[in-house]
C-alpha cells in the first residue's frame, strides 16, 4: 500500500499486533462553541485514540485523521489525548502519536489554546516515566510542533511530513522551494527534532515496532528478554573496526540487532540500543570514520539527551571511547564548552551501570567527559593499542623537549625515541592500568563476553545521589 492510502486507522491497524487495537472515546465529537459549524459532523473529532499490542507489549495510541478539520486539534481533540496519557501513566505503558495534523482549531479560539497546553502538562509528566514516541506523516505546525519535541523520539516520512513553529515561507527571504526548513531531510541532518526519517509510512511504523520492543515499557519495566546469541561469541580482528564504532556496537550486539537514533545527525557521535545477553542496552560512541576525532556541540548535545533517557528508564550505558579533543570550528567557539559540561554532567549524574571501552585514542579533557573512571563510569576497558594521555605523543614531545629537539643532529630518531618512551610512560593503555585508571586492558576479540560479564556483576548496582529538587545544568 502506498503512503498516500492509508488512513488514521490504517496506520494503527499496521503499527499493532493484528485484531489487538481497541478504540477509547469512539463516539466524542466537537463540543459546540461561539465559532463552531454547527452542521458539520467532526467523527471522534479527528482524532483515534485507544490501546493495543506491539509484540504483546501494551501501548496507547492516537491517531489523527486529516479527512476531518484536516486533523485540527479542538478542546475534545486534546481531551481525548490527555486521557489516553492518563490511561497510560496508571498502567505504565508507551504512548505513540500517529500525527496528522493542520494545528490548532481556529474555531475554538481559547478552548482549544487550553487544551493544547493541558496536553503539554499531560507530556511533561509522563517524560521519564513512559516512553513517548511521535511519528509525523502529514503536516505538524505550529503549536502542534511541540508535542513532538516534547516527546522521547520521533520519526518522519521523507516525502510529505512537514514539520514546522514557523513555515519555511514565514522566514525572511526564504521559501519552501529554495530551503524547505519543515522537511524531514532537513530537519534529520540539521537539527536533533527528529530521530530518523524512513522512504515510506510503513518503514517508519516498522521502526517504531522495533524501538518498543527494545526499550522498557515504564520507568520501574527491566528491558531483558532470554538471550537469543551466544554469551561467550568471540568476535575476530574486532580492533579492524576500532574508527567504525558503529559496526563495532553491531558486532557487538546479540543477532547485530541495533535501534539507532539520530543516524543523519551528529554523524560523529553515533547512539542507540543494543542487547546483550538479552539485556538492553544504551550505546554512545565517538564515530571516528564521519569525522568524530573531536567531540563538537551537535555530537556532545545528541548523547546528553540520550543518556538521559536512559538514565531515566534504568537502560545501562555502553561507552565507546575515540576522541583527540575538541572541535575546533569557528561556530563552536561560543557553544562546544557549554555542550561538553552537558554531557560531563550527563554521564556523571547517570546512576544506570555505566562501562567505558576505550577503543582507539582517548586525548585530554574531552576523553575524561567521555564516561572516564573519574566521572563514575563503574568499569573501563581498553584494547592494548589504545592510547590514554593529554595529547598525541609527537605533539607532547616536540612541547616538552624543544630546545633539545633544536639543537639534536638527528631530529627524527631523537623525536622517535622520546615519542616511543612517552608512550610507554603516559600514554599506553598498560601506563593508565597501572594508575587505576582502567580496570584491564581486554583482547578485542573477547570484548563481547567481558561487556555482558561486566553489566551482569552491575545488574544489581544501587547509587544515591545527594537530595536536591533538581540540578541547574
Same mark, same amino acid.
Given at each position: 500500500?502506498?503512503?498516500?492510502?492509508?488512513?488514521?486507522?490504517?496506520?494503527?491497524? &499496521?503499527?499493532?499486533?493484528?485484531?489487538?487495537?481497541?478504540?477509547?472515546?469512539?463516539?466524542? /465529537?466537537?463540543?459546540?462553541?461561539?465559532? !463552531?459549524?454547527?452542521?458539520?459532523?467532526?467523527?471522534?473529532?479527528?482524532?483515534?485514540?485507544?490501546?493495543?499490542?506491539?509484540?504483546?507489549?501494551?501501548?496507547?495510541?492516537?491517531?489523527?485523521?486529516?479527512?476531518?478539520?484536516?486533523?485540527?486539534?479542538?478542546?475534545?481533540?486534546?481531551?481525548?489525548?490527555?486521557?489516553?496519557? !492518563?490511561?497510560?501513566?496508571?498502567?505504565? @505503558?508507551?504512548?505513540?502519536?500517529?500525527?496528522?495534523?493542520?494545528?490548532?482549531? %481556529?474555531? /475554538? *479560539?481559547?478552548?482549544?489554546?487550553?487544551?493544547?497546553?493541558?496536553?503539554?502538562?499531560?507530556?511533561? %509528566?509522563?517524560?521519564?516515566?513512559?516512553?513517548?514516541?511521535?511519528?509525523? =506523516?502529514?503536516? &505538524?505546525?505550529?503549536? $502542534?510542533?511541540?508535542?513532538?519535541?516534547?516527546?522521547?523520539?520521533?520519526?518522519?516520512?521523507?516525502?510529505?511530513?512537514?514539520?514546522?513553529?514557523?513555515?519555511?515561507?514565514?522566514?525572511?527571504? !526564504?521559501?519552501?522551494?529554495?530551503?524547505?526548513? $519543515?522537511?524531514?531531510?532537513?530537519?534529520?541532518?540539521?537539527?536533533?527534532?527528529?530521530?530518523?526519517?524512513?522512504?515510506?509510512?510503513?518503514?517508519?511504523?516498522?521502526?517504531?515496532?522495533?524501538?518498543?520492543?527494545?526499550?522498557?515499557?515504564?520507568?520501574?519495566?527491566? *528491558?531483558?528478554?532470554?538471550?537469543?546469541?551466544? %554469551?561467550?561469541?568471540?568476535?575476530?580482528?574486532?580492533? +579492524?573496526?576500532?574508527?567504525?564504532?558503529?559496526?563495532?556496537?553491531?558486532?557487538? #550486539?546479540?543477532?547485530?540487532?541495533?535501534?539507532?537514533?539520530?543516524?543523519?545527525?551528529?554523524?560523529?557521535?553515533?547512539? +542507540? =540500543?543494543?542487547?546483550?545477553?538479552?539485556?538492553?542496552?544504551? &550505546?554512545?560512541?565517538?564515530?571516528?570514520?564521519? +569525522?568524530?576525532?573531536?567531540?563538537?556541540?551537535?555530537?556532545?548535545?545528541?548523547?546528553?539527551?540520550?543518556?538521559?533517557? &536512559?538514565?531515566?528508564?534504568?537502560?545501562?550505558?555502553?561507552?565507546?571511547?575515540?576522541?583527540?579533543?575538541?572541535?575546533?570550528?569557528?561556530?563552536?567557539?561560543?557553544?562546544?564548552?557549554? $555542550?561538553?559540561?552537558?554531557?560531563?554532567?550527563?554521564? *556523571?549524574?547517570?546512576?544506570?551501570?555505566?562501562?567505558?571501552?576505550?577503543?582507539?585514542?582517548?586525548?585530554?579533557?574531552?576523553?575524561?567527559?567521555?564516561?572516564?573512571? #573519574?566521572?563514575?563510569?563503574?568499569?573501563?576497558?581498553?584494547?592494548?593499542?589504545?592510547?590514554?594521555?593529554?595529547?598525541?605523543?609527537?605533539? @607532547?614531545?616536540?612541547?616538552?623537549?624543544?630546545?633539545? %629537539?633544536?639543537?639534536?643532529?638527528?631530529?627524527?630518531?631523537?623525536?622517535?625515541?622520546?615519542?616511543?618512551?612517552? !608512550?610507554?610512560?603516559?600514554?599506553?593503555?598498560?601506563?593508565?592500568?597501572?594508575?587505576?585508571?582502567?580496570?584491564?586492558?581486554?583482547?578485542?576479540? @573477547?570484548?563481547?563476553?567481558?561487556?555482558?560479564? #561486566?553489566?551482569?556483576?552491575?545488574?544489581?548496582?544501587?547509587?544515591?545521589?545527594?537530595?536536591?529538587?533538581?540540578?541547574?545544568?
Amino acid at each position: 500500500m502506498s503512503k498516500q492510502g492509508l488512513s488514521a486507522s490504517e496506520r494503527i491497524a &499496521c503499527l499493532l499486533d493484528d485484531s489487538s487495537f481497541v478504540e477509547v472515546g469512539a463516539y466524542v /465529537e466537537a463540543r459546540s462553541t461561539d465559532f !463552531n459549524i454547527n452542521d458539520r459532523e467532526t467523527p471522534k473529532d479527528g482524532v483515534i485514540t485507544g490501546y493495543g499490542l506491539i509484540g504483546e507489549k501494551l501501548v496507547y495510541v492516537y491517531s489523527q485523521d486529516a479527512s476531518v478539520l484536516g486533523g485540527a486539534i479542538g478542546e475534545m481533540h486534546a481531551k481525548k489525548i490527555a486521557n489516553i496519557y !492518563n490511561m497510560a501513566l496508571k498502567v505504565g @505503558a508507551p504512548v505513540i502519536g500517529l500525527i496528522d495534523s493542520a494545528g490548532i482549531r %481556529l474555531q /475554538e *479560539a481559547t478552548d482549544a489554546l487550553n487544551s493544547f497546553s493541558r496536553l503539554y502538562l499531560k507530556q511533561t %509528566l509522563a517524560s521519564g516515566v513512559i516512553p513517548q514516541v511521535t511519528a509525523i =506523516f502529514g503536516n &505538524c505546525g505550529g503549536g $502542534a510542533a511541540i508535542i513532538p519535541a516534547l516527546s522521547d523520539f520521533t520519526y518522519m516520512t521523507k516525502k510529505d511530513s512537514k514539520l514546522f513553529v514557523n513555515s519555511p515561507n514565514a522566514i525572511a527571504g !526564504n521559501y519552501a522551494e529554495k530551503l524547505d526548513t $519543515a522537511g524531514a531531510a532537513y530537519l534529520s541532518e540539521n537539527t536533533s527534532l527528529v530521530d530518523n526519517a524512513y522512504d515510506t509510512e510503513e518503514e517508519v511504523l516498522a521502526e517504531i515496532r522495533n524501538l518498543i520492543d527494545i526499550l522498557p515499557s515504564n520507568n520501574a519495566d527491566t *528491558a531483558v528478554i532470554d538471550p537469543s546469541d551466544d %554469551l561467550n561469541r568471540i568476535i575476530p580482528n574486532l580492533d +579492524g573496526f576500532a574508527d567504525d564504532a558503529r559496526a563495532v556496537i553491531q558486532n557487538l #550486539a546479540d543477532d547485530a540487532l541495533f535501534v539507532e537514533i539520530k543516524k543523519d545527525y551528529a554523524k560523529e557521535m553515533v547512539v +542507540g =540500543f543494543i542487547r546483550l545477553g538479552g539485556a538492553t542496552v544504551g &550505546c554512545v560512541a565517538n564515530q571516528v570514520k564521519d +569525522g568524530g576525532k573531536s567531540l563538537t556541540t551537535a555530537g556532545s548535545e545528541k548523547a546528553s539527551k540520550f543518556i538521559r533517557f &536512559c538514565d531515566s528508564f534504568n537502560i545501562p550505558v555502553l561507552s565507546l571511547t575515540n576522541v583527540e579533543g575538541y572541535s575546533s570550528a569557528p561556530e563552536e567557539i561560543g557553544t562546544i564548552a557549554p $555542550a561538553a559540561a552537558g554531557l560531563t554532567y550527563a554521564f *556523571a549524574n547517570a546512576t544506570v551501570p555505566k562501562v567505558n571501552l576505550i577503543i582507539g585514542n582517548a586525548y585530554g579533557s574531552a576523553y575524561t567527559v567521555m564516561n572516564s573512571k #573519574a566521572l563514575g563510569a563503574d568499569i573501563v576497558y581498553a584494547w592494548p593499542n589504545a592510547k590514554i594521555g593529554m595529547m598525541d605523543a609527537e605533539m @607532547a614531545v616536540k612541547i616538552m623537549y624543544s630546545a633539545e %629537539l633544536d639543537s639534536s643532529s638527528d631530529k627524527k630518531a631523537f623525536l622517535d625515541e622520546k615519542k616511543k618512551e612517552y !608512550n610507554e610512560i603516559q600514554s599506553s593503555a598498560l601506563a593508565a592500568a597501572k594508575r587505576g585508571y582502567v580496570d584491564d586492558i581486554i583482547e578485542p576479540d @573477547a570484548t563481547r563476553k567481558r561487556v555482558i560479564a #561486566a553489566f551482569l556483576m552491575l545488574a544489581t548496582k544501587d547509587e544515591q545521589r545527594p537530595f536536591r529538587k533538581h540540578a541547574s545544568i
